[in-house]
Nanobody, 128 residues
Framework: QVQLLESGGGLVQAGGSLRLSCLFS????????VGWFRQAPGNEREFVAA????????EYADSVKGRFTVSRDNARNTVDLQMNSLKPGDTALYYC?????????????????????WGLGTQVTVSS
């Protein structure tokens, strides 16, 4: 059974930084791509960033390109999201999710329905 646990959220002033971490528990971490999504109050959940199984491919939402960086450590079963130059508009509950890639199917990192497991989220609040 796969479980995902996000950490690192908090309150930060605009322009500041936070580093979120997603800890994967279960088997075959390297067979999963991992994505980050966020949901602000009153809004639908949206894609933020994703990384494929070996870290060789990364995708970002246009709104975070150049400010956020996704990385993974397959030895520690973690995927991190470094968030710099934070804006009040980045305030949301941030989720990580795992997408099984072991069957060699195409990777659609932006599609929520592709992800098999989800964490409960970590809150990020950016004050102006």
């Amino acid at each position: 059974q796969v479980q995902l646990l996000e950490s690192g959220g908090g309150l930060v002033q605009a322009g500041g930084s936070l580093r979120l971490s997603c800890l994967f528990s279960g088997r075959a971490f390297t067979m999963y791509a991992v994505g980050w999504f966020r949901q602000a109050p009153g809004n639908e959940r949206e894609f933020v960033a994703a990384i494929n199984w070996n870290g060789g491919s990364k995708e970002y939402a246009d709104s975070v390109k150049g400010r956020f960086t996704v990385s993974r450590d397959n030895a520690r079963n973690t995927v991190d999201l470094q968030m710099n130059s934070l804006k009040p508009g980045d305030t949301a509950l941030y989720y990580c999710a795992a997408d099984w890639q072991g069957d060699g199917t195409s990777w659609y990192p932006h599609k929520e329905a592709e992800y098999d497991f989800w964490g409960l989220g970590t809150q990020v609040t950016v004050s102006s």
